[in-house]
């Protein structure tokens, strides 16, 4: 577990604190559609289900979507657990991955459905939940990874 370590850290709260956050939402909430506005007709939370992907994407795939978040979850892990040393962009990237798509896997799992409540309303965004963000997190440092071990121009070696 030491190998991977910010994998395992990032993985493990972030999951964490997504079931936390859905929990709440669960035990504050008496129905799907009621809202409280923090900064009215700007930042609600909302509670509602999503039986789809990110963005209502799939909607009703959560059959086979529960399945490819769990793929994806083990596949992390024995990456992390049995692969190489990443590097550290590369942990992060992908225990925010982890974090999220398993998350939001445990959801399709327990209820067949994902716990949404954040609800940014001045630009019409659709509701989202804290597993989604850690999913975008984790593709923001993957690119980083991704682009920081590219060569550029300058470096490669003319023939």
């Known amino acids: ?62 059959h086979w979507l529960r399945w490819l978040s769990f793929l994806v979850s083990i596949g992390l892990m024995a990456l992390a657990w049995f692969g190489p040393r990443l590097k550290i962009s ?24 994902v716990i949404d409540f954040l609800d940014f309303r001045l630009i019409n965004f659709p509701v989202f939940n804290l597993a989604d963000i850690l999913i975008n997190i984790g593709i923001i440092f993957l690119l980083i990874a991704t682009f920081r071990d590219t060569p550029n121009r300058n470096n490669r070696r003319e023939s």
């Open 1 to 62: 577990m030491t190998k991977n370590r910010f994998f395992w850290i990032v993985a493990l709260v972030g999951l964490f604190l997504d079931q936390l956050t859905k929990q709440i939402v669960l035990d504050s909430f008496q129905e799907i559609g009621e809202t409280v506005p923090l900064w009215e007709g700007v930042f609600h939370l909302t509670y509602v289900t999503n039986t789809g992907a990110a963005f209502s994407l799939f909607t009703n795939g959560v």
């Open 90 to 113: 590369e942990q992060l990237a992908c225990g925010f991955i982890f974090a999220g798509a398993a998350g939001n896997g445990i959801c399709r799992f327990v209820y067949g459905h």
